[in-house]
Protein backbone atom coordinates (compact mmCIF):
# COMPACT_ATOMS: atom_id res chain seq x y z
CA UNK A 1 0.00 0.00 0.00
CA UNK A 2 1.62 3.51 -1.14
CA UNK A 3 2.31 5.52 1.58
CA UNK A 4 -0.13 9.04 1.58
CA UNK A 5 1.35 11.95 0.00
CA UNK A 6 2.71 14.84 2.69
CA UNK A 7 1.88 18.23 1.89
CA UNK A 8 2.25 21.28 3.79
CA UNK A 9 0.03 24.31 3.50
CA UNK A 10 1.83 27.62 4.07
CA UNK A 11 -0.04 30.87 4.83
CA UNK A 12 1.24 34.26 5.84
CA UNK A 13 -1.48 34.36 8.10
CA UNK A 14 -1.22 38.17 8.36
CA UNK A 15 -4.39 38.90 6.96
CA UNK A 16 -6.82 37.08 8.67
CA UNK A 17 -5.21 38.38 12.11
CA UNK A 18 -5.29 42.39 10.65
CA UNK A 19 -7.87 42.68 8.51
CA UNK A 20 -11.52 41.90 9.70
CA UNK A 21 -12.91 41.54 5.96
CA UNK A 22 -10.54 38.57 5.81
CA UNK A 23 -11.00 37.26 9.67
CA UNK A 24 -15.14 37.06 8.56
CA UNK A 25 -14.24 34.81 6.02
CA UNK A 26 -11.37 33.18 7.13
CA UNK A 27 -11.51 33.19 10.90
CA UNK A 28 -8.52 30.46 11.53
CA UNK A 29 -6.72 30.93 8.22
CA UNK A 30 -6.62 30.16 4.00
CA UNK A 31 -4.74 27.87 5.80
CA UNK A 32 -6.63 26.00 7.51
CA UNK A 33 -9.26 25.58 4.86
CA UNK A 34 -7.28 24.23 2.57
CA UNK A 35 -5.54 22.08 4.84
CA UNK A 36 -9.13 20.76 5.99
CA UNK A 37 -10.23 19.63 2.65
CA UNK A 38 -6.97 18.12 1.92
CA UNK A 39 -7.20 15.65 4.69
CA UNK A 40 -10.72 14.79 3.85
CA UNK A 41 -8.85 13.59 0.38
CA UNK A 42 -6.80 11.68 2.41
CA UNK A 43 -3.18 13.52 1.98
CA UNK A 44 -1.07 13.67 4.94
CA UNK A 45 -1.51 17.50 5.98
CA UNK A 46 0.05 20.07 8.22
CA UNK A 47 0.56 23.87 7.94
CA UNK A 48 3.20 26.30 8.11
CA UNK A 49 3.09 30.49 8.88
CA UNK A 50 5.12 33.09 8.22
CA UNK A 51 5.19 34.41 11.72
CA UNK A 52 6.50 30.68 13.25
CA UNK A 53 9.83 30.04 14.04
CA UNK A 54 11.35 29.35 10.59
CA UNK A 55 8.38 30.96 9.34
CA UNK A 56 7.29 26.97 10.01
CA UNK A 57 9.72 25.52 7.09
CA UNK A 58 11.87 24.42 8.73
CA UNK A 59 14.44 21.27 7.47
CA UNK A 60 12.19 18.83 9.39
CA UNK A 61 9.11 19.97 7.66
CA UNK A 62 10.46 20.46 4.01
CA UNK A 63 12.74 17.42 4.08
CA UNK A 64 9.27 15.51 4.84
CA UNK A 65 7.21 17.41 1.95
CA UNK A 66 6.05 16.38 -1.00
CA UNK A 67 4.16 19.15 -2.05
CA UNK A 68 3.98 22.52 -0.78
CA UNK A 69 1.01 24.77 -0.96
CA UNK A 70 2.07 28.32 -1.07
CA UNK A 71 -0.15 31.27 -0.51
CA UNK A 72 1.56 34.99 0.48
CA UNK A 73 0.78 38.36 0.10
CA UNK A 74 1.76 41.53 1.98
CA UNK A 75 4.70 40.10 3.80
CA UNK A 76 7.02 38.63 0.72
CA UNK A 77 9.80 41.17 2.05
CA UNK A 78 10.45 40.03 5.38
CA UNK A 79 10.82 36.35 4.42
CA UNK A 80 13.98 34.94 4.92
CA UNK A 81 16.33 34.31 2.09
CA UNK A 82 17.99 30.93 3.56
CA UNK A 83 14.83 29.22 3.37
CA UNK A 84 13.71 30.69 0.38
CA UNK A 85 17.11 28.74 -0.68
CA UNK A 86 16.49 25.65 0.87
CA UNK A 87 12.91 25.47 -0.38
CA UNK A 88 14.83 26.29 -4.03
CA UNK A 89 16.61 23.44 -3.19
CA UNK A 90 13.79 21.30 -2.82
CA UNK A 91 11.77 21.71 -5.78
CA UNK A 92 15.18 21.44 -7.72
CA UNK A 93 15.03 17.79 -6.13
CA UNK A 94 11.51 16.70 -6.90
CA UNK A 95 8.88 18.35 -4.05
CA UNK A 96 5.92 20.12 -5.85
CA UNK A 97 5.08 23.47 -5.54
CA UNK A 98 1.15 25.09 -5.96
CA UNK A 99 1.44 28.43 -6.01
CA UNK A 100 -1.95 30.27 -5.61
CA UNK A 101 -2.95 33.72 -5.89
CA UNK A 102 -0.63 36.52 -4.81
CA UNK A 103 1.95 33.77 -4.01
CA UNK A 104 3.29 34.69 -7.76
CA UNK A 105 4.91 37.66 -5.87
CA UNK A 106 6.84 35.75 -3.41
CA UNK A 107 10.40 35.55 -3.86
CA UNK A 108 10.77 31.80 -4.03
CA UNK A 109 8.57 32.20 -7.20
CA UNK A 110 10.03 34.36 -8.34
CA UNK A 111 13.50 32.61 -8.03
CA UNK A 112 12.10 29.57 -9.81
CA UNK A 113 10.89 32.21 -12.82
CA UNK A 114 13.67 34.36 -13.04
CA UNK A 115 11.10 37.17 -14.08
CA UNK A 116 9.43 40.07 -12.23
CA UNK A 117 6.36 38.02 -12.53
CA UNK A 118 4.36 41.43 -12.91
CA UNK A 119 0.86 41.24 -13.43
CA UNK A 120 -2.13 43.61 -14.17
CA UNK A 121 -4.67 43.67 -11.17
CA UNK A 122 -7.33 45.10 -10.16
CA UNK A 123 -10.11 44.94 -6.96
CA UNK A 124 -13.40 45.35 -7.95
CA UNK A 125 -14.89 42.51 -6.62
CA UNK A 126 -16.09 41.36 -10.25
CA UNK A 127 -17.04 38.06 -11.76
CA UNK A 128 -14.08 35.72 -12.93
CA UNK A 129 -15.36 32.58 -16.22
CA UNK A 130 -12.51 30.14 -15.59
CA UNK A 131 -12.28 27.93 -18.54
CA UNK A 132 -10.77 24.61 -18.99
CA UNK A 133 -8.60 24.28 -21.95
CA UNK A 134 -6.65 21.12 -21.34
CA UNK A 135 -10.28 18.96 -20.59
CA UNK A 136 -7.54 15.99 -20.34
CA UNK A 137 -5.00 17.14 -18.06
CA UNK A 138 -4.92 15.66 -14.64
CA UNK A 139 -5.29 18.73 -12.56
CA UNK A 140 -8.77 19.24 -13.99
CA UNK A 141 -10.20 16.01 -13.69
CA UNK A 142 -13.84 16.04 -12.28
CA UNK A 143 -13.90 20.12 -13.07
CA UNK A 144 -16.54 21.12 -15.66
CA UNK A 145 -15.73 22.63 -18.84
CA UNK A 146 -15.91 26.10 -17.09
CA UNK A 147 -16.88 27.50 -14.03
CA UNK A 148 -17.60 31.25 -12.50
CA UNK A 149 -16.32 32.95 -9.15
CA UNK A 150 -18.91 35.91 -8.46
CA UNK A 151 -16.11 38.00 -7.16
CA UNK A 152 -12.77 37.94 -7.48
CA UNK A 153 -9.99 40.04 -7.73
CA UNK A 154 -8.59 40.61 -11.22
CA UNK A 155 -5.21 39.43 -12.43
CA UNK A 156 -4.60 40.48 -16.02
CA UNK A 157 -2.47 39.81 -18.99
CA UNK A 158 0.84 40.37 -19.58
CA UNK A 159 1.68 37.94 -16.84
CA UNK A 160 5.53 38.47 -16.88
CA UNK A 161 6.68 34.91 -16.39
CA UNK A 162 8.30 32.42 -18.92
CA UNK A 163 6.41 30.52 -21.04
CA UNK A 164 4.46 28.11 -19.05
CA UNK A 165 4.98 24.20 -20.73
CA UNK A 166 1.38 24.36 -20.36
CA UNK A 167 -1.57 26.07 -20.01
CA UNK A 168 -4.47 24.89 -18.62
CA UNK A 169 -6.81 27.39 -17.53
CA UNK A 170 -7.66 30.57 -19.04
CA UNK A 171 -9.71 33.76 -17.21
CA UNK A 172 -12.12 36.42 -18.09
CA UNK A 173 -13.30 39.11 -15.93
CA UNK A 174 -15.97 40.99 -16.28
CA UNK A 175 -14.09 43.90 -17.13
CA UNK A 176 -12.76 42.49 -20.11
CA UNK A 177 -9.53 41.03 -19.18
CA UNK A 178 -8.14 37.72 -19.52
CA UNK A 179 -4.84 35.88 -17.31
CA UNK A 180 -3.51 32.30 -17.80
CA UNK A 181 -4.74 31.39 -14.78
CA UNK A 182 -3.38 27.69 -14.64
CA UNK A 183 -0.47 26.79 -15.77
CA UNK A 184 2.47 24.52 -15.35
CA UNK A 185 6.26 24.27 -15.04
CA UNK A 186 9.27 21.91 -14.34
CA UNK A 187 11.79 23.28 -12.30
CA UNK A 188 14.64 20.17 -12.12
CA UNK A 189 12.79 17.30 -10.60
CA UNK A 190 10.21 19.20 -9.37
CA UNK A 191 6.84 19.86 -10.68
CA UNK A 192 4.80 23.61 -10.22
CA UNK A 193 1.56 24.67 -10.53
CA UNK A 194 0.57 28.01 -10.79
CA UNK A 195 -3.27 29.14 -9.84
CA UNK A 196 -4.64 32.27 -10.10
CA UNK A 197 -8.06 32.81 -7.87
CA UNK A 198 -7.73 33.25 -3.95
CA UNK A 199 -8.18 36.94 -3.05
CA UNK A 200 -8.31 37.05 0.76
CA UNK A 201 -11.15 38.55 1.86
CA UNK A 202 -13.43 36.53 -0.58
CA UNK A 203 -14.64 32.97 -0.12
CA UNK A 204 -12.92 31.25 -2.78
CA UNK A 205 -11.13 28.73 -1.14
CA UNK A 206 -14.55 27.38 -0.37
CA UNK A 207 -15.55 26.68 -4.09
CA UNK A 208 -15.63 22.70 -4.35
CA UNK A 209 -14.30 23.54 -8.53
CA UNK A 210 -10.96 25.31 -6.69
CA UNK A 211 -10.59 22.80 -3.75
CA UNK A 212 -10.61 19.58 -6.42
CA UNK A 213 -8.19 21.70 -8.35
CA UNK A 214 -5.79 21.98 -5.87
CA UNK A 215 -6.51 18.70 -4.32
CA UNK A 216 -5.83 17.21 -7.97
CA UNK A 217 -3.11 19.49 -8.94
CA UNK A 218 -1.08 18.51 -5.31
CA UNK A 219 -1.36 14.84 -6.72
CA UNK A 220 0.12 16.04 -9.82
CA UNK A 221 3.25 17.48 -8.50
CA UNK A 222 3.69 14.95 -6.04
CA UNK A 223 7.48 13.03 -6.70
CA UNK A 224 6.80 10.07 -8.28
CA UNK A 225 8.27 6.86 -6.49
CA UNK A 226 10.98 5.32 -8.30
CA UNK A 227 11.79 7.80 -10.93
CA UNK A 228 15.74 7.61 -11.82
CA UNK A 229 17.89 10.45 -10.34
CA UNK A 230 19.26 12.57 -13.25
CA UNK A 231 23.26 11.49 -13.42
CA UNK A 232 26.01 14.43 -13.72
CA UNK A 233 29.43 15.13 -13.72
CA UNK A 234 31.84 12.81 -15.96
CA UNK A 235 31.21 9.91 -17.51
CA UNK A 236 32.61 6.28 -18.25
CA UNK A 237 31.88 4.75 -21.66
CA UNK A 238 29.08 2.71 -22.09
CA UNK A 239 30.97 1.12 -25.41
CA UNK A 240 35.04 0.45 -25.68
CA UNK A 241 36.17 3.21 -27.33
CA UNK A 242 39.42 3.63 -30.18
CA UNK A 243 42.35 3.93 -27.73
CA UNK A 244 43.68 7.68 -28.30
CA UNK A 245 46.94 8.37 -30.21
CA UNK A 246 50.15 9.53 -28.54
Same mark, same amino acid.
Given at each position: ??????????????????????????????????????????????????????????????????????????????? @??? /? =???? $??? #????????? *????????????????????????????? @??? /? =???? $??? #????????? *??????????????????????????????????????????????????????????????????????????????????????????????????
Amino acid at each position: MSQPIRVTVFNEFHHENHYEPARRIYPDGIHKVIAAYLKEQQYFVWTATQDQPDHGLTDEVLDNTDVLVWWSHILVDGF @RDD /I =VEKI $HRR #VLDGMGFIV *LHSGTQSKIFKKLMGTSCAIKWREADEKE @RIW /I =VQPN $HPI #VDGVPEYFE *LPEEEMYGEFFDVPPPEEVVMISWFQGGEVFRSGITYTRGKGKVFVFRPGHESLPTYYNPHVLRVISNSVRWAAPVAGTPAPVFGNAQPLEALPQKKS
